[in-house]
């Protein structure tokens, strides 16, 4: 199958045609949520929770992202992968962020980042790397790498509020950006972004008006039982599935049911 390109994204919002965008962190369940028919698969630092057990997206480190995203990489004919700069390997400066999101496209074979905050600083390093060859997705609203400082919350309550957040997505729009990640953002403001930028908005936790929508794998697959915020929806009960397979395994063989003679080799 061809790949979804950053110009493709465009075209469909164009279109009014919803892109569908999903976390993959291996290669078994990247080559799943490719050939279910995502557009998008990207390797959220969000692997810091789900795949290594950490409190945030805080600690992960670029290394951690290079690694899984190579596994995903060979898991993905179509969709456009794109990868996290996680915490600290973009902000500091210009010449880090484009040395690290260049490691990341040479030693991953992804074809985008992704990167966190509207700022203007934000956005002038935003720029440098499209200028490099990099293309790069944004991600307003509730930032997880700024979790100590915003909290867990809707963000873009209040009319200031939401004037920051509309100004943001334009900054990263004339920054070039090829698209922007909406997390945690009230409906309405959502749509009203949407409506105000040409690059397609991906949402999570902010409502019907987006151009796209994003969920972590593990959540939406009921693997990460616990985590049940009201925008997540459970698509399948995989931590189910996993915990009734296992259980049969455990008993069947301490009954000695399995293996059998039909598992045996002669
Ligand atoms: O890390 C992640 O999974 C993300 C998505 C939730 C947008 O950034
Ligand atoms: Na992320």
């Known amino acids: 199958p061809r790949r979804v390109t950053v110009a493709e994204l465009r075209e ?13 962190y291996d290669y078994l369940f990247a080559r799943l949520v490719d050939g279910a028919g995502v557009d998008v698969v990207l390797v959220g630092d969000s692997l810091g929770q789900v795949i290594l057990g950490l409190d945030t997206t ?20 179509r969709a456009l992968l794109v ?29 985008a980042v992704k990167l966190e905050g509207g700022s203007p600083e934000i956005a002038d390093t935003v720029a440098a790397l499209v200028r490099a060859g990099i293309p790069v997705m944004g991600h307003l609203g509730f930032t997880p790498q700024s979790v ?31 698209s ?19 690059i397609p908005t991906i949402g999570i936790g902010a409502g019907v008006g987006c151009d796209g929508q994003v969920l972590v794998l593990h959540d939406m697959l009921g693997l990460n039982t616990g985590f049940n915020p009201r925008f997540l929806r459970r698509f399948a009960d995989v931590g189910q599935a ?7 395994y455990v008993r069947t063989v301490k009954d000695g049911a399995y293996p059998g003679p039909e598992h045996t080799f002669e």
């Not at 922007?180 to 040409?198: D, K, N, Q, R, Y």
């Not at 996993?242 to 049969?248: L, P, Q």
Request: glycine share 10%.
């Open 12 to 24: 469909m919002k164009r279109r009014g045609e919803k892109i569908a965008a999903l976390t993959a």
């Open 58 to 77: 805080v600690p992960v480190t670029l290394d951690d992202m290079i690694h899984h995203a190579r596994a995903v990489r060979r898991g993905v004919e």
């Open 83 to 111: 990868v996290d700069l996680p915490f600290l390997t973009y902000q500091v400066s210009r010449e880090d962020a484009l040395r690290n999101a260049g490691r990341v496209l040479q030693e991953t074979g992804a074809q």
């Open 148 to 178: 100590h400082v915003q909290g867990v919350r809707v963000q873009g309550k209040g009319e200031e509020a939401a004037e920051r957040m509309m100004a943001e997505a334009r900054r990263l729009e004339q920054a070039g950006a090829f």
């Open 180 to 198: 922007v990640v909406l997390e945690l953002v009230p409906g309405p403001l959502a749509a009203a972004v949407t409506e105000s930028v040409s």
């Open 242 to 248: 996993v915990t009734d397979g296992v259980g049969e």
